[in-house]
């Protein structure tokens, strides 16, 4: 069978055998790259008339350079944003940026945890590492009042999967979370019904803010 959009059915193997990759952007880049063209030409604009101001007062290398300094970083920040992509291939994960990627193979894991930040857009946020070089997180769900955004059940179902595989505790306790949130979507349950936003409101009932790493019992917790 081919592979499916990355939306859910199931993805084909590669031609070799080994797994198909899974995207896991819980935002994908196309949905992000008209934002980041508005946030482009707003900062630009914002340096240039910046420049033009010092320009009545300085010379005109330091009116250049403090537009440069104006409309650069958030320009630069938003650019970067669309080019950094997740991925999963069997079990190893992969973060890739513009210049450099990381990889976690989620078998070989040294540590994991769900961490919960809180604020006017909260996320629930999956941190590994194999304790060498390799840290990846991958946010798996965003909320902003009543509404949000989710990893789409292919992702969840091949994370929950992988974290399976690992021999630690709370990756099989996560992988838990991930597989209830699952069934959770499939009955199409509320959000106080989804593991994932259940985290959040605990942070946020204890006062947890703005970020937390949950703790074992927590993360149980979530699929009581």
Known sequence: MPADDGRGGAAAG??????????LDLIPARLLRPR???VALATFAIGFLVGILVYLIAPLWVAVLVGVLVAGPPTIGAFVATHRHLRIEGTVVTVSGMFRSRSVDLRQLAGVE???RVGRVSQAILRVNDGHHGLVTVPLA???GEGGRELDVLALRTLAN???ASELAPA????????EQLRAEARGAGLGERPLYRAISLARDAGRV??????????ALLVD
Not at 172 to 179: D, E, G, H, K, M
Not at 210 to 219: S, W
Request: aromatic share 2%.
């Open 14 to 23: 590669g031609r070799d055998g080994s797994p198909a990759a899974v995207s």
């Open 36 to 38: 980041v063209r508005k």
């Open 114 to 116: 769900l961490l919960v």
């Open 142 to 144: 965003l909320y902003a």
């Open 162 to 164: 992988a974290l399976a």
């Open 172 to 179: 099989a306790a996560i992988s838990s979370v991930l597989v």
């Open 210 to 219: 703005p970020q937390t790493t949950l703790t074992d019992h927590e993360v």
